[in-house]
């Protein structure tokens, strides 16, 4: 593995994981023939450069499965993953592929929250049956191993809990702790979100990063005495919750628990954040209209950035990205 710490994204969705349709992927094929019409190629590498012009939404997709981002450290017997979603199943088929399961290992598990989307991928975390393996799971919630037990009753799945080889540890947090796992040191934040859920703040050698999702902040909240401008301020990568659009937020969704990219790109810009990777997609959103929300986030943060540097307040760019299952970035 990298010795130089990164973030890969399992899964990037939010409320319920959304497969591709049959539907989708025609979309995206018809879309492929209409921009190759009247181009021949010669080779695969020729097809290959063809793909890398193609839009995102039509060469890839943003994903479907729901929370669960990786804190690569550098080690080949530790893991440090946030919130465990049905992308803990792709983390977990890949590291069983990769032959790092030939011998323990440990997987601290930082848990912002218990809502299904959060823990849906639990079950099938293959490294959670084999004997020799510790999970450590870090959370605030009092109820923690009850929760996650209780996912697992017969009435709702067909392995008990009890099916776990190996050894479980449930680690109860407040939000003044301080976490070191690895070369990081890790501070929490509590969030505005129904049932709470908490935010991440990783330091370490290689930079800064956040992990907020499932956060509510209301447009008015981008301002300097907000507690969160201090919780991201100069974060190198921020991973943010905007699920919806603002008149989404201000219209029908207020008090649902989660932001919109405008108060995203005003926090940010606030915090003097260097990257910000927008999370927990709407399932209700297609790639294509996930394309197009990034490109209006984008617009809007250019436009703010315009005004803020004809008022002398802006040192640095904010890089805007839309996060998408198995992107790396760097802290």
């Known amino acids: 593995m990298s010795t130089t710490p990164r973030v890969k994204i399992w ?17 995206k094929v018809k879309r492929a023939l209409a921009a190759a019409e009247g181009r021949v190629f010669g080779s695969s590498e020729a097809i290959d450069a063809f793909m890398d012009e193609l839009p995102f939404d039509v060469c890839h997709t943003y ?13 080949p017997d530790d893991y440090l993953i946030c919130d465990a979603g049905s992308g803990l199943r792709s983390f977990s088929e890949e590291f069983m592929k990769s032959g790092r399961a030939q011998k323990p290992a440990t997987f601290h598990i930082l848990m912002s929250h218990f809502h299904w989307d959060h823990i849906q991928g639990l079950p099938f975390f293959v490294p959670a049956y084999i004997p020799g393996n510790r999970i450590i799971f870090h959370g605030f919630h009092d109820e923690m191993e009850r929760l996650f037990r209780a996912q697992m009753d017969d009435l709702w ?7 776990f080889n190996a050894e479980i540890v449930f680690e109860h947090l407040s939000e003044e702790d301080v976490l070191e796992i690895g070369p990081f040191v890790i501070s ?3 969030q505005n979100h129904p049932g709470k859920s908490y935010g991440f703040r990783f ?17 008015g909240d981008a301002t300097v005495s907000n507690p969160f401008v201090s919780f991201y301020s100069g974060a190198d990568t921020l991973i943010f919750d905007a699920q919806y659009t603002l008149e989404d937020n201000i219209v029908s969704k207020q008090n649902w628990g989660h932001s919109n990219s405008v108060v995203a790109v005003d926090l940010a810009l606030l915090s003097r954040v260097k990257h910000l990777v927008i999370f927990h997609h709407e399932p209700t959103n297609s790639d294509e209209v996930l394309t197009d929300y990034l490109q209006r986030t984008c617009a809007y943060c250019e436009a703010t950035q315009v ?12 890089r805007i990205s839309l996060a998408f299952d198995g992107m790396e970035v760097g802290i």
């Open 11 to 27: 899964g990037c969705r939010g409320s319920i994981p959304t497969p591709l349709s049959s539907a989708s992927v025609r979309s």
């Open 63 to 75: 994903g479907g499965n729901t929370s669960c981002v990786e804190v690569q450290l550098g080690s």
């Open 157 to 163: 799945f067909p392995i008990d809990f009890s099916s």
């Open 188 to 190: 929490f934040m509590e």
């Open 203 to 219: 330091e370490g050698p290689g930079g800064c990063f956040v992990y907020s999702t499932d956060c509510e902040h209301k447009i």
């Open 307 to 318: 005004r803020m540097r004809n008022e002398g307040k802006l040192t640095e760019p904010l």
